[in-house]
């Protein structure tokens, strides 16, 4: 929307003025009272007031002792309209609206002004229009930014829109006003009835109760009349009942006891069998590993073979070369070659003794480890233990009695036919003569065909034990919840799993304890990997021949060496898991000692001839790498051989093949004949009845007690039910109860429609309110950033505000100090306002928006201010179309591209 002129006449205290806005901003200014603020008023007032009002307002706006009308005509664009709109009131009024464009149109009186009203809707956002228009004196006032619908569509396009269901919120608070006032308390019809359910509640009961007195006297005097004549005869069936049924509960014990060892044999059994079973599974695997060792040895051996036919070739090439040399030379390859083997033979024989010791224990503390990681896991997956299924037996056992003793309280039918007419009670058809019993716990119908249809409805059993059965229910659900189990059966199967486990790592624990000793579990591992490596090196050392030490050249040494490593080598494998008594590191070590002061004595002959040997060796060198390359391979594979066989050899020895698979066969024979009996016993148990025995007899013993008591009391109740009987008959109880009834029923009826509706309507104005204020916060952002960037221009670089989801400025924060809007002074406060409405000129666009109105606005504002909000409204002016209405035209003089009209 845009204003391109306003004409006055005769309006205050113009006579006749026109007054020109240019697109940008326009500067309109003039002495005090020389008319500014009516351009103001008369632009509200055309929009708003017929010409034909007489408010008080509109009178005020008659020139002073003049007889005329008051008169206004605007010049404006508004979407694709462009029109002249014009009123005169008072004297002669009159309304005219000429329409330029798009399609001319003239019309007048309220026809004019209704038309101009829809063109404003159709165009422009009317509380966009008054929230850009700042009166004099309320410039510190914030503009109503909330229900701005061209704002609104404006944020849409830079943020997220909230859905706009204003009237459809509208709707829901004024549907839950119906219910709840604004402090959510209920109000309305909910509230009377609410308040008179319980007035009505307590009349029906009080009649309620009268009534099934009245009811329960007639009923009791005629049951006692008759009871007193049958009790005699029933307490004595009930006797006999009761005998035979503990005696058959005797019975049923026995064979309980007996189910019970059955299935604990059976579950044994199944235990036993399972590890035997893995027991010839880790023995069929052990053989095939075996197997495989022996192939392997046998490559490696043939390997070895044929390379050391081939080192022999070479060192028969070196010999030859060597043989140039003094004896001295042969000698000191001789007492080297003695020596190094000594010293590897020692080195060799402390390392395997250790490696053996090493592993044997390893191999058991690894073990160990295995069953405890095992035990733990299952006791870490497992929560329910002994006593956990002992408690859980328990209240088992508690529903199981307090469901019996409600069963039993319930009124009995005992039934017994007498003639060729079918007769069913609740579906169940008696033989002739056939006497059957029912307990009446729910509405139960006696059918005599083509006779009659009885139901027999319970009567309400005794509070306790409802209160009884529900509790023990209760209280199992939420132990079964707990436990994390369905069933006593499945937490009975999870315990003794858990037990089976918990002794394993007990076990386990303690032998654990036993092999490790005083030793450190990380220190055994390492000590195992040095002796292995020391092992491996001094096998390694001895069959290369030597290993020089400082200053030595290796060369007489090594062509001696070669027919010790020659004759070893068929006994490494062995070595390794033979046992190495003490006398023979005795023995090594005195030898060690010998052959090196015989290396001492020669070396100094022989150093003068080494370097005849230099071409020779290249050959036997590479020749011997590989031989004992070959070597050690076949050492390693027949230590693996070695040590599979031994451990094959040990556990048969503690159990042959044979004797597993017969374990084996025999545990599943086992097994099954154990799983027989615990069938056997189950059905038999079965067989027994066992719940209905239990009934029968829990049934026997109350119905005792229960004719022995009414014995005596019929004796009494005949008489005294009478006398009460003839003092209530007058009272008219039936007739009240019926009315009563339907009050009540129609009371509740209507109060839970209206608590649906209620609840129904508080739900969902919550859940649309919520999603309406996530919306907004989002969307506020755009805003929040337009008035950020220019109070930047003002406050400086340090500004932030915080902007409600009304779109209202709640604090200013300014170089990291926050003040709330109501706080801040003056000047501050009417400067962020106008921010505010000159923030949403320059969101809404052009075609939808409106012109920004000041009305002597920034009084508040110093020099510096003042001069920063000339550069803001320069700015906005490129994009919106501003007026100010001023008497100090100084103020404004320079904001860039501004427009100035002169009313003086």
Known sequence: MRLHSIRLVDYRGITDATVEFGPGVTIVEGPNEIGKSSIHQAITQLREDKASSRKASVKDTQ???????????????????????????????????????????????DEAHERFLSILDETVDVDLLDALDVAQGRSLAQASLAEIKALHGALSESGEAPADHDAFLDRIESEYLRFFTAKGKETGDLRRLTEELPAAEEQYTALVARSEDMDALVDRHARAAERLQTVREQLGQAMNERDEAQEAAQELSGLKAELERAQEAAETGRREEQRTEEAWNRRRELIAEAAA??????????????????????????????????DKQAELDTARTAAKSASANLARARARREVRDLRKRLTSVREQERRAAEAKATIGAIAVTAKDVEHLSGLVTEVRIATKAKTAAAAQIIARRLGD???????????ADDREEFAVVKDTRILIDSVVDITVRPGQSPAELDRAVDEAESELDSELERLGVTSLDQARERADVRTSAEAILAEATSTLRALIGNDDRAGLDAALSRAEHLADESGESNRNGTQPGAGDTDEAGSDVDLDVDSEDDSDVGSEVSSEVSSTMI???????EETAAAVETAQDAVESARLTLDSARNGRDETRVASVRSQAQHEQSTMTLENLTARLAADREAQSDEELESALAGAQERTETLAADATAARERYAAADPETLEMRLQNALQLVDSKQRQQEADRQEVDRLS???DDRAGEGIYDKLKAAQEALETLQTKLARLRRQANAISLLRETVRTHKEEAQRKY??????????????????????????????????????????????????????????????????ETSGAPVILDDAFGFADEKRLAALNVILGNVGRNAQVILLTCQPGRFGAIGGAETVSLA
Do not use: C, M
Request: aromatic share 4%.
């Open 293 to 326: 060792a022996e192939k392997t040895v046998q490559a490696t051996a043939a390997d070895r073979d044929k390379l050391a036919d081939r080192e022999h070739e070479q060192d028969a090439e070196f010999g030859r070369a060597q043989k140039a040399l003094e």
């Open 586 to 592: 005795e023995e090594l070590e005195a030898a060690v």
């Open 421 to 431: 007419t079918d007769v069913s009670i609740d579906g169940v058809q008696l033989a």
């Open 63 to 109: 020139p002073v002792g003049s007889d005329v009308g008051p008169q206004v005509e605007l010049h404006l664009s508004t979407g694709d309209f462009e029109l002249r709109y014009g009123k005169r009131w008072l004297k002669q009024p009159f309304t005219e609206l000429n329409i330029l464009r798009p399609v001319p149109e003239q019309l007048s009186g």
């Open 780 to 845: 506020v952002a755009p805003f929040k950033e337009q008035i950020e960037r220019l109070g930047r221009v003002i406050f400086g670089q340090g500004l932030s505000v915080e902007i409600s989801e009304d779109l209202e400025i709640v604090s200013r924060t300014l170089d990291g100090r926050t003040v709330g809007f109501e706080s801040l002074s003056g000047g501050t406060k009417e400067q962020l306002a106008l921010l505010g409405r000159l923030a949403v000129a320059t969101l809404v666009d």
């Open 723 to 725: 006398a009460l009987i």
